[in-house]
């Protein structure tokens, strides 16, 4: 049956080459101060019993050769570790038993130094080599003491002052050998926790860099510490920017009210673009008290938001949109028989009131379809002059617009990059709209377009001189299902802005300029340079 060994020296054990370069150096340095102690001979020699002599020039000198060749061969021939090891802890067991012997034995307390040496070589060496090189010690000790008692005639109970010296060698192996355990595992778990540590902030920097967020640690004074790419995005923060107030000052107003307590945690300011964003405060915890400062782009969140309601009416359109339409159909049908009968005024009255609900239930349904079956938009390059004369003469044509109404200011040379089809789209929406609104004069509704060669961009205004769009409506015009007319869906601006995104362009309401009638300015600012 396998005997049981003692955990301490079965752990797991890796040869430390850099502290034993450390424990040959040591010894190195050792034997050079002994032989110039020899060199120059002084008090320490005669106390010590050492006078020299060729035996002890010899003695160090090899001993220095040893121990500088072992350093020499750790550094360069890193292999073997438990030999090398031991190869040193013999030379220097044979050293000192060599020094007792000159010195006259015991007594000397020359035994005493090479607990040094095995304290050193436990801390490095392995668990049973430990326990060998105490053996070894003990060993030697005991047989160089008993052959001075037996050939020199030395007191016998020196004996037992070799065997005190014996069991320190083991009580120092030992304890060594559990520090040195205790200092490797220590050594391995705080190179672990680093590793882990330098990971977690890589992770962290990542995390943080790629939020959508911005991101903050301020000083109580303003002083910005850290922030992320996104917040000096948000904010328009420069790359040397230090402090709030001379970068973002109602950010610095808020976080000094939120400080003096008259603020709650979130409040809303003006960001880089006059954008409207979100600032929530948060305290760190630190020992020097920064905040941390979360901002929130708030027109991200809205587009989020109505993204989400556009989802859901668009599963919901979608599963009631045939179950709607073939009533409406079988509604409109029976409407038209009926209007073959004739059967007096209020009767074809009530048949119109039919037919125009009919129309614009279809309608709404229609619209509301739109949404979901966008299309990726086939961008070319569109000649407006020639594409809204077009437009206008099919408006005319149906009786969609009164004649001399709508008027044009294209130069004949401008380009658009737009779908063709979602063009005619949002100009028919955004002219209708002039039209019903205008005065109906001739020239009520303007259509003036203009490039511009720095930003290779066309701007599409479309004018009308009717009343405007009041302040508290301007924020509400691009909701769906947001309309003032009693016929209207509300889905033809969001649908119109929506096809403008979808081909990389921007549709917004602009105020008219000073001195102009009131009215409402519709422009479309599309790429005029590229195609791709």
């Keep these: 049956m396998k005997a049981s060994v003692p955990a301490w020296l079965t752990s797991t054990w890796e040869a430390n080459w850099h502290s034993f370069q450390y424990f040959l150096f040591a010894r190195f340095l050792f034997g050079a101060l002994c032989l110039l102690g020899l060199v120059f001979p002084g008090q320490w020699n005669v106390q010590l019993a050492l006078p020299p002599s060729p035996t002890l020039f010899t003695l160090f000198i090899l001993f220095l050769l040893l121990s500088g060749g072992g350093l020499l061969l750790a550094r360069l021939w890193q292999k073997h570790f438990n030999f090398q090891l031991s190869l040193q802890v013999v030379v220097d067991i044979v050293l000192i038993n060599s020094l007792m012997v000159l010195a006259g034995g015991i007594e000397s307390g020359f035994g005493l130094i090479l607990l040094v040496s095995l304290a050193a070589a436990s801390l490095v060496g392995q668990g049973r080599w430990v ?16 052959q001075a008692i037996v ?27 559990l520090l040195g355990q205790r200092i490797m595992a220590n ?22 860099e790629r939020m959508q967020d911005g991101v903050l640690i301020l000083g109580h004074d303003g002083r910005i510490v850290r922030h992320n790419p996104m917040a000096a995005r948000l904010l328009g923060l420069p790359e040397a920017a230090t402090h709030l107030e001379s970068c973002t000052p109602p950010l610095a107003a808020a976080l000094q009210n939120w400080l003096a307590g008259y603020s709650s945690d979130s409040v809303f300011i003006s960001g880089a673009g006059n954008a409207e964003l979100g600032a929530r405060f948060m305290p760190t915890g630190s020992s020097s008290g920064e905040v941390l400062v979360f901002v929130e782009d708030v027109e991200r969140i809205k587009e989020q938001a109505k993204q989400l309601k556009l989802a859901a009416l668009g599963r919901l359109t979608a599963s009631i949109a045939h179950e709607i339409r073939n009533p409406l159909s079988a509604i409109g049908h029976a409407a038209e028989l009926l209007h ?46 020639p594409f809204l004369v ?5 408006a005319q044509s149906v009786g969609q617009w009164p004649p001399d109404v709508v008027r044009l200011d294209v130069p004949p040379s401008l380009l658009l990059c737009f779908d063709r089809a979602h063009l005619h789209q949002v100009l028919w929406n ?57 016929l209207g869906t509300g889905l033809g601006l969001f649908i119109a802005r929506e096809l403008c995104v979808a081909n990389g362009a921007t549709l917004v309401l602009r105020n008219l300029a000073p001195g102009m009638a009131p009215g409402a300015q519709f422009v479309i600012s599309g790429r005029c340079d590229t195609c791709l």
Excluded: W
């Design 187 to 208: 050594e391995e778990l705080a190179r672990r926790r680093g590793i882990e540590l330098a990971d977690q902030i890589h992770i962290n920097q990542r995390v943080v």
């Design 430 to 486: 955004l002219i209708a709209n002039a039209v019903r609104h205008s005065s109906g004069k001739p020239g009520a509704v303007q259509v003036r377009a203009a490039a511009s060669e720095a930003s290779g961009r066309v701007d599409i205004a479309v004018c009308d001189d009717g009343p405007g769009v009041s302040e508290q409506m301007r924020d509400q015009i691009f909701e769906p299902f947001f309309t003032t007319h009693s």
């Design 390 to 394: 077009r437009l206008a003469e099919d």
């Design 340 to 385: 073959e009968e004739r059967r007096g005024e209020t009767f074809d009255r009530l048949l119109r009131i039919i037919g125009d609900n009919t129309l614009r239930l279809n309608r709404i349904v229609t619209d509301v379809l739109e949404l979901g079956r966008q299309k990726q938009a086939r961008v070319e390059g569109i000649s407006l002059r």
């Design 151 to 177: 050939a020199q005639g030395a007191d016998s109970g020196s004996i037992v002052q070799a065997g005190f010296i014996s069991a320190a060698y083991f009580a120092t192996a030992i304890l060594a050998r």
């Design 131 to 146: 326990l060998f090189y105490a053996a070894l010690a003990t060993f030697s000790v005991l047989i160089m003491q008993s």
